[in-house]
């Protein structure tokens, strides 16, 4: 994963600021309500065709923030696991809400005022990949820093690259890294949105594209050929017709009395369970 230089070196901005914006945004009132404050006024801010949109560059969307667990032990409960480690689940939960953020920082569309709420509704289509470093165990009394920018869009959606990172021995190790795709909805909910093309700046920004390019022709071949779409081919209709003879006892074919084959198990045998520790906060 080809992770670009767009980080701010002093990290000003704490992540409950981030989180604090993205409320402002989308014009969020504190609190579970029933019924939302509605948004279809906001619907004409959207452009009708990607082309009204000006471009944008991975620049305009590069967030960077801080996560002040060194000092703030209120914090610290949030991010600490029972073995005195960092949660790596909070922290994955983190990125995926500052890819939103990012998102938001990247989108502009003329039409909208400095008073206006954003037309758009960001959603999460998928995490394309998360790269972990199994050599760095983060620590929950030291701060931890996320960045991310826009690495790829397509006409509905964004790419986002985000990364966490901490401070080890006076220079700064990546906990993990991670590629989002997002989804651009409408200020309802009720349709997809257009987003900004992305222009690339520099050699560097131009391959970051190709390869969001390429990862989308896969999600698209995977997606084309998924069995929930693609009735099985002759050879694996034969595979699954041959497994299916080996657990047939020939002497007694009855498909309620199935017989299992040498050195196999069957699947209902083949389940695992686990149990997770609560976590102090």
């Not at 801010?45 to 667990?69: C, F, G, V, Y």
């Not at 009720?190 to 520099?202: K, M, Y």
């Not at 050195?263 to 149990?275: F, K, S």
Request: hydrophobic fraction near 35%.
């Amino acid at each position: 994963m080809s992770v670009l230089a767009y980080k701010v070196g002093t990290y000003l901005l704490k992540y409950s600021t981030v989180n604090q914006h993205l409320i402002n945004e989308m014009g969020i009132e504190p609190g579970y309500l029933v019924k939302r404050k509605p948004r279809d006024s906001l619907l004409h801010l959207l452009p009708k065709l990607q082309e009204e949109l000006p471009h944008r560059t991975m620049q305009d969307s590069n967030l960077s923030a801080s996560i002040p667990l060194a000092k703030d032990i209120a914090l610290q409960n949030k991010y600490v696991s029972v073995h005195g480690r960092v949660r790596i689940g909070k922290l994955l939960e983190d990125l995926d809400e500052f890819a939103v953020a990012v998102s938001y920082k990247y989108l502009h569309t003329p039409k909208r005022r400095l008073e206006d709420n954003s037309p758009y509704i960001i959603v999460t289509a998928l995490v394309d990949k998360i790269s972990l470093n199994t050599h760095f165990v983060p620590k929950y009394l030291e701060n931890i820093y996320i960045s991310g920018y826009v690495s790829w869009v397509g006409k509905t959606s964004l790419e986002i690259t985000a990364m966490l990172e901490q401070e080890n021995d006076g220079k700064m190790e990546i906990i993990t890294a991670a590629l989002f795709l997002m989804a651009a909805r409408n200020a309802t909910n009720t349709g997809s949105a257009f987003v900004n093309p992305l222009c690339a700046q520099n050699e560097e920004e131009e391959m970051s594209i190709r390869c969001g390019e390429e990862r989308k022709k896969k999600r698209m071949y995977h997606s084309e050929n998924s069995t929930l779409r693609k009735l099985p081919n002759d050879e694996e209709m034969n595979l699954i017709h041959g497994l299916f003879k080996k657990t047939v006892d020939l002497h007694d074919p009855r498909i309620y009395k199935p017989h299992l084959p040498k050195n196999c198990v069957w699947m209902n045998d083949a389940v695992y369970h686990n149990l997770f520790s609560g976590y102090p906060e």
